[in-house]
């Protein structure tokens, strides 16, 4: 009995051993994470000139324009702020579509309520320990997963049977796109007027985005440089609708991310933050409200962010491009939703543009007017060849309506498995 008696003992003297090992081990992983993401908030959080609590949690930290995150990659400690090339300045080229007569541009930053950042500062959005706390990696804060490339749509397919050259469309796995796309060879801009809505996000790690995309490159290999705006939890821990920019240099393997994540935007404006919230939002039967996005190529190879036709957010700079650097040859406006939900049953509900199919029509269904591109021509006009492509039209739609004497207007979006077509 005695023997029995230490037996036990013993085996609950190795258990506490092992439970006290246990917690040295995970307060020590532990410990490590912490610092691993103290190290990364202060890559990302330069000190401030002045902060503002905006009414939507977010905190605005307004930083010296010449201390920004982007400063800190080793291929720009030469680089020199650009100056703002002329032809951005110029208003002439503005105008509006007829189909969007009756839409507002009225649309502000929910953090301008708030204040506003000196000149000199530029005002970037503070990341917080609870946003990095959702990734999985902290190196890869800001980045849209990378993931295999699947069935592509070939051009010959596409209407532009003019085109002597055959161009693949890249799909990937975990996004659906519905969009209107113009192929080329010099492309050195874009812009369009992006209706804004906000759409309903399922699953914690899904995202939808209404965007324009100019690439250069295709099949599995391309360039792209991308604004618009996207609802997305895991990145920015709510569901507002949010302006964003975004660059890969190499397919979203490993460069890029959203806004200022990462080393590679170079923002010189101090009246809008990446990343900050967009109001107010359309509704059906209601009031529209849309906002002016344009991106332009200087000579020096640099791209130029320009909202609401006359504020430049900033650019993304040719020293980090390849082929961008001189050109675009593909671009894309319209909307995407991310989910590992998507082309399998059941599928996601997380929603596009407004969450209403493209047949809905102005006032019901998300749009893009106003679309032009710019070639070496230096002129803004309406592109010659379009097509709209939708992914999964039974989930997401995409319609291109040309009516004669009126401006085309670009409809997408829709619900998602909320169809009966979806599955």
């Known amino acids: ?147 295999p490339f699947v069935n592509s749509a070939n051009t010959t397919n596409l209407n532009f049977s003019s085109l002597s050259a055959t161009t693949n469309l890249v799909s990937l796995k975990n996004r659906s796109d519905a969009n209107l796309l113009t192929l080329g060879y010099n492309f050195i801009g874009a812009m369009a007027n992006i209706n804004i809505w906000n759409p309903k996000v399922e699953r914690p790690e899904d995202f939808t985005t209404a965007q324009m995309w100019l690439k250069a ?81 200087d000579n020096g190879g640099n791209w130029w962010l320009r909202v609401k036709n006359r504020i430049i957010i900033g650019y993304w700079p040719a020293e980090l491009l390849g082929n961008l650097k001189h050109s675009s040859t593909l671009i894309q406006w319209g909307g995407q939703v991310f989910s590992y939900a998507v082309k399998k049953t059941p599928h996601t509900g997380t929603q596009m543009g407004s969450g209403e199919e493209a047949s809905g029509g102005f006032g019901f269904a998300s749009y893009m007017s106003n679309l032009r591109i710019k070639d070496y021509s230096q002129s803004l006009k309406y592109p010659e060849l379009v097509h709209a492509f939708a992914a999964e039209p039974y989930c997401y739609s995409a319609l291109n309506i040309d009516v004669h004497y009126k401006e085309p207007i670009f409809y997408f979006g829709g619900p998602g498995r909320y169809i009966p077509h979806c599955p």
């Open 1 to 147: 009995m005695e023997k029995y008696n230490v037996a036990i003992l013993l085996l609950w003297v190795f258990i506490a051993l092992c439970i006290i090992l246990e917690l040295k081990v995970e307060a020590k992983v532990s410990s490590h994470f912490d610092r691993e993401i103290e190290a990364k908030l202060k890559l990302l959080n330069k000190p401030a000139v002045k902060s503002i609590k905006s009414e939507d949690g977010d905190i605005i930290d307004c930083v010296n324009i010449y201390n920004q995150p982007t400063f800190d990659n080793p291929d720009l400690k030469n680089h020199t702020i650009q100056r703002i090339p002329d032809f951005l300045l110029d208003q002439s080229h503005i105008s509006s579509t007829e189909y969007a007569s009756n839409a507002s541009t009225e649309v502000f930053q929910t953090w301008q309520k708030s204040g506003s950042c000196p000149e000199g500062t530029i005002p970037i959005r503070r990341i917080q320990k609870e946003d990095l706390l959702r990734v999985a990696s902290v190196d890869h804060f800001g980045q849209k997963p990378f993931e």
């Open 217 to 297: 490159g295709n099949g599995a290999d391309f360039e792209s440089i991308e604004a618009g705006w996207t609802v997305n939890p895991k990145l920015y821990g709510d569901h507002n609708s949010r302006l964003f920019v975004y660059w890969t240099r190499d397919s979203y393997k490993s460069s890029g991310c959203f806004d200022l994540t990462c080393h590679g935007f170079v923002q010189i404006s101090s009246e809008m933050a990446l990343g900050a919230s967009l109001g107010p939002y359309s509704s059906s039967f209601n009031q529209q409200y849309e906002i002016n996005v344009g991106i332009f190529k």
